[in-house]
């Protein structure tokens, strides 16, 4: 099958296994280089520093952060680890998800390495995966000789519903403002042609569906049932991800439904932080710099701002793209010079959060990137903004846009090319 990208209002529905799967190899080459100092797999967890994870747990392991974090774990620091996601398997006549490629090429590469990886597919909030996931940690670890215990759990799901394990209820969540209808420009990032977008607000019960799907109520539940299963390291680290950007995205980010719920995340971890603190273990929000995802590309504003970032922090030098960011999280916060053994020498902002994304919002950076946006038209939008940049990392997402891949070459989607 020759797989071409389809992509509609921003949303790509398809994917391809061979830029997947080489997509994850340069993440893991990259890692390699500036993380594990050029020790490929085992010989990466003998030169990774004291305190570095041995065994972790990434619930949401397939794309973006979860799927960096993970990469930057086994191929950084040696370690073996338990992945946890939902996606959908490709066929002979039809292509699957992009994540699904990208725990097949992980799991191809790690055994290739020799690190030790499971993969789990299947619903994360669910308290069967909670059960099969204690099993795998169990059997991955007997299988590499190490005590059964995760040492970093990262929480990094994203999906749009979830069916609460204890009564049954489905909740499906939104992205609206609050109070009321928000109204911003986006743009078509195949076109680059400008657009409308608004919003209503939210009602009630969008609110709560939004805060019980994206909120910090399955990340404690997870912790829990680590925990009453023994599977937990006495000082395990615990990360979820979040994002605040500039204050003009405010009204549909963190002041709308995703702000609420990413505001109940935060009080996860300072539960989980509170149930840990005991054995040395601890709990964090990490903010990140604002990427290209499946998700961002669709919320109003969002892609004019970002392409214009990026070009902005393209011409300071400071751009990262996702494992760049992840690499720097482990080594420069959660795995620095003292803070490996000492959760509290980790650096956090006024609110507990560790923020990467720092270079994003320097005073200069923002300036620079709002006042662009102020002048941005049809006409210069390939001059002011990195629409080509935000373009590219949309379609690599996907498997596409992938330098070395030859996309006229027919390919089986049932699987990843040898």
Not at 363 to 381: C, F, G, L, P, Y
Request: some cysteine; proline content about 6%; hydrophobic content about 40%.
């Amino acid at each position: 099958m020759n797989i071409k990208p389809m992509v509609r209002n921003n949303i790509c529905i398809n994917s391809h296994p061979a830029g997947c799967a080489k997509t994850v190899k340069n993440c893991i080459d990259y890692t390699v280089k500036n993380l594990s100092g050029g020790k490929p797999g085992p010989d990466a967890g003998k030169a990774a520093p004291q305190g570095a994870p041995r065994l972790a747990l990434v619930i949401g392991c397939s794309t973006g952060y979860g799927l960096s974090s993970r990469i930057a774990a086994a191929f950084g620091y040696g370690a073996a680890t338990v992945g946890v996601s939902f996606e959908k398997a490709g066929s002979p006549t039809k292509p699957g998800t992009p994540g699904w490629y990208n725990n097949l090429a992980f799991d191809r590469e790690a055994k290739k390495a020799g690190l030790a990886s499971l993969t789990l597919d299947g619903d994360a909030f669910s308290d069967d995966m909670k059960e099969k996931t204690v099993k795998a940690i169990r059997e991955l670890a007997a299988g590499a000789g190490l005590e059964p215990k995760v040492d970093l759990v990262i929480y990094s799901l994203a999906s749009p519903v979830r069916t609460d394990p204890v009564d049954g209820t489905l909740y499906r969540s939104v992205i609206k403002p609050i109070g009321q209808r928000y109204s911003g420009l986006t743009v078509d990032m195949m076109s680059g042609k400008f657009g409308a977008a608004s919003a209503e607000p939210a009602s009630e019960e969008e609110i709560v569906h939004t805060i019980k799907v994206m909120g910090g109520e399955d990340w404690e539940r997870w912790m829990a049932a680590l925990d009453k299963a023994g599977t937990l390291a006495p000082k395990v680290k615990t990360v979820a991800y979040t994002y605040l950007g500039p204050e003009f995205s405010w009204p549909i980010y963190k002041n709308g439904t995703i702000g609420r719920a990413k505001e109940d995340l935060e009080r996860a971890a300072k539960a989980i932080g509170k149930t840990l603190e005991s054995r040395g273990g601890a709990a964090w929000v990490s903010v990140n710099k604002a990427l290209v995802t499946r998700a961002s590309a669709v919320i109003p504003i969002i892609p004019l701002y970002v392409s214009t970032l990026f070009k902005v922090m393209k011409e300071k030098g400071l751009h990262e793209d996702c494992i760049e960011q992840i690499i720097r999280l482990y080594k420069e916060r959660l795995y620095a010079e003292g803070a490996a053994l000492d959760p509290a020498r980790v650096p956090v902002d006024e609110a507990g959060r560790i923020r990467i994304d720092d270079r994003e919002m320097r005073e200069d950076v923002q300036k620079e990137t709002a006042k662009r946006m102020e002048s941005i038209t049809e006409e210069n939008i390939h001059e002011k903004t990195d629409i080509a940049g935000f373009k590219h990392d949309f379609l690599e997402a996907h498997g596409f846009d992938v330098a070395g891949v030859d996309y006229e070459a027919d390919v089986d989607p049932s699987g990843i090319p040898a």
